[in-house]
């Protein structure tokens, strides 16, 4: 998990085997990862389809709905067909329900290698080292005195698949780091930073081996080297966020001397076409190894006789944990654009993982002291519905030019793209979690799930233009689910502008036969009319439904009214306790855990 993003981060280059790699193979300056988080995009990496496709695979982490072309395993079992020996070592994740691994891998275990392929056999391993991982950076201290290396445990050779280490220092000390815009620069980020760079460093040196291994094996001849990431860093405002910092990604290519002739550039070259590296894996593998392309297969391949250029890259966000969210963005060479469909929702959500790295602890508690410059406290605060990036000129992504109307054009491109990708891909991520209809084929009916028009709909609902309160009115009495949802969202971002049909929203409430769109009418009448009534919807919700998501959805439907949930303190209490609901996954209680604590005015800064 390291992004071309750390380059801005250090003052010098402290990873030596990947700048190598770079010289002696290609690089792709606009790679990018399908998600700003490992599990949707790892979903993409074993199946070679969007997560958004597959819902719940959008959602982080989830159970998501293999494409049934797939036949209960992953891509790779085309590889193993035409007598690959495939590994992977050892990370899984891939957010993906009933993958049968024993037909995906010949081995996925912290002691798969190559080497243990019969003899002659050609191979596809993979190798996830973990010391970079966001858990590395929970609870840390303050960096040791410099001098202090933190090579690669040769001692562990045998299981490629490190688990987070610790870190006792590295070349790159908090003084030597940059730290972007969007944040605060304090010795408490520097300190962060500078441990994740030496982790880095520390990676480095894991690849340096297992290149030495390919050597010395007599291999690399006639081996090709794939280096990338599931997403970009791990620092505060990029893992989970749609941005350069969550979702750019290395992404270098070595063609040993005996398949150069696969190569699309010369080495030492760097090719400046997108590519979304979780999509565009799998067929790129397949075309390097000859093998037919399934067309039903979202990415193209990025190398190989089948090569196909790109001229975007799209990405995508849900539920991050224990909160909701729901972005989507495009990029192209230039410009980041992301439409953000829950913009009254804030990027600093309280996501409890995310709280372990002190950096994060830290900028919550300045925003609760009000101690934050503009551009440091927008972090927590509601959104806006489109947001335009000049990566070029602003490349910390800080100065949103999506209403200028010097930039028109672009935007405009962009949206269009977007709209036109989410159509392609047929995304589940209007549908609220847990809804029969979500998944790869249960979404493919137009009468249960009408995408166009829900997609206008929540086009309309993100303006929060009360002008528009009429057609969200209307909406409520759809025979269509989706649609009533997002008639709903649109009267939650309208706010007290529903206040004047508040008896017909209360008939409507009365009248919802779905879980999910009486959650919503529910926080609606909360945030309009202060509705006890509904408010106790939510709470009984959140304590007592079958569903656990239902459950989860409600938990978050109080946190985002704030004191208005004080009422049912108590409720939120025993949940946090575990006093009652049958609790399948312990989200819930996280969330009921945050909302109690903020309702009681502890430190923002606490897990």
């Not at 593998?285 to 975007?312: H, K, N, R």
């Not at 969210?325 to 992301?338: A, C, H, S, W």
């Not at 830290?362 to 990036?389: I, K």
Request: proline residues 8%; hydrophobic residues 40%; negative net charge.
């Amino acid at each position: 998990m390291w992004s071309p993003a750390s380059r801005r981060l250090r003052r010098t280059r402290t990873h030596p085997t990947i700048d190598a790699l770079a010289a002696s193979g290609i690089r792709w300056a606009n790679a990018f990862s399908a998600a700003p988080v490992c599990a949707p995009s790892r979903f993409a990496m074993i199946t070679g389809v969007a997560p958004e496709r597959c819902a719940p695979a959008n959602h982080m982490r989830a159970d998501g709905d293999l494409p049934t072309e797939l036949h209960g395993a992953g891509w790779t079992q085309y590889l193993r067909d035409a007598g690959y020996y495939c590994t992977n070592n050892a990370k899984e994740d891939y957010n993906a329900a009933g993958l049968d691994l024993d037909r995906t891998w010949d081995e996925s275990s912290p002691q798969a290698h190559w080497r243990n392929r019969p003899a002659g056999a050609p191979f596809y391993a993979v190798f996830n080292p973990t010391m970079t991982h966001e858990l590395s950076m929970a609870f840390l201290t303050p960096s040791p005195p410099p001098g202090i290396s933190a090579p690669y445990l040769h001692e562990l050779a045998g299981i490629h698949a490190v688990a987070p280490t610790p870190i006792v220092g590295g070349p790159t000390r908090p003084d030597d780091v940059r730290i972007p815009d969007y944040y605060p620069d304090t010795p408490t980020t520097r300190n962060d930073a500078a441990t994740y760079l030496n982790q880095i460093t520390q990676m480095d040196s894991e690849l340096a081996f297992q290149l030495r291994e390919l050597e010395e094996a007599g291999l690399a001849d006639d081996t090709i080297v794939l280096y990338f990431s599931d997403h970009g860093g791990v620092l505060p405002r990029s893992k989970r966020f749609c941005y350069d910092s969550g979702l750019k990604i290395p992404l270098i290519a070595r063609f040993g001397r005996n398949v150069a002739h696969l190569a699309p550039g010369n080495p030492g070259s760097t090719i400046d076409d997108t590519v979304c590296v979780s999509t565009d894996l799998a067929p790129t593998v397949l075309s390097l190894t000859g093998i037919a392309l399934p067309e039903w297969m979202d990415g193209d391949p990025f190398c190989g006789p089948e090569l196909a250029v790109s001229q975007y890259a799209f990405g995508m966000r849900n539920r991050m944990d224990e909160r909701y969210d729901f972005v989507r963005t495009v990029r192209d060479k230039r410009f980041r654009y992301i439409r953000n469909y829950m913009p009254d929702v804030p990027n600093g959500q309280h996501v409890q993982f995310m709280w372990l790295q002190a950096g994060y602890r830290e900028w919550a508690s300045l925003n609760q002291h009000g101690t934050l410059p503009e551009r440091h406290a927008r972090f927590w605060t509601s959104r806006p519905a489109e947001e335009l990036y000049d990566i070029r000129d602003d490349p910390d992504e800080v100065t949103n030019l999506a209403a200028r109307p010097a930039h028109a054009e672009v935007p405009a491109r962009l949206r269009d793209a977007l709209d036109a990708h989410m159509l392609e891909i047929n995304d589940n991520g209007f549908i609220p979690e847990s809804a029969s209809i979500e998944g790869y084929v249960n979404s493919r009916s137009t009468q249960a799930y009408p995408l166009a028009e829900i997609a206008h709909l929540a086009g309309l609902a993100i303006t929060r233009n009360p002008m528009n309160l009429t057609v969200f009115h209307q909406i409520l009495r759809h025979p269509n689910a989706v649609m009533r949802y997002w008639a709903a969202s649109g009267f939650r971002l309208l706010g007290t502008h529903g206040a004047r049909v508040a008896g017909d929203l209360r008939d409507a409430f009365a009248a919802e036969t779905s879980a999910h769109v009486s959650l919503m009418l529910a926080e609606v009448l909360v945030m309009v009319v202060n509705d006890r009534r509904a408010l106790q919807h939510l709470a009984d919700a959140m304590a007592r439904h079958p569903d656990g998501w239902i459950r989860l959805q409600a938990a978050n439907a109080l946190d985002r009214l704030g004191d208005r949930a004080r009422p049912v303190s108590d409720t939120l209490r025993r949940v946090s306790l575990g006093v009652v609901g049958a609790e399948p996954i312990s989200l819930t209680r996280t969330a009921a855990t945050h909302t109690l604590h903020a309702l009681e005015g502890w430190s923002a800064a606490i897990p």
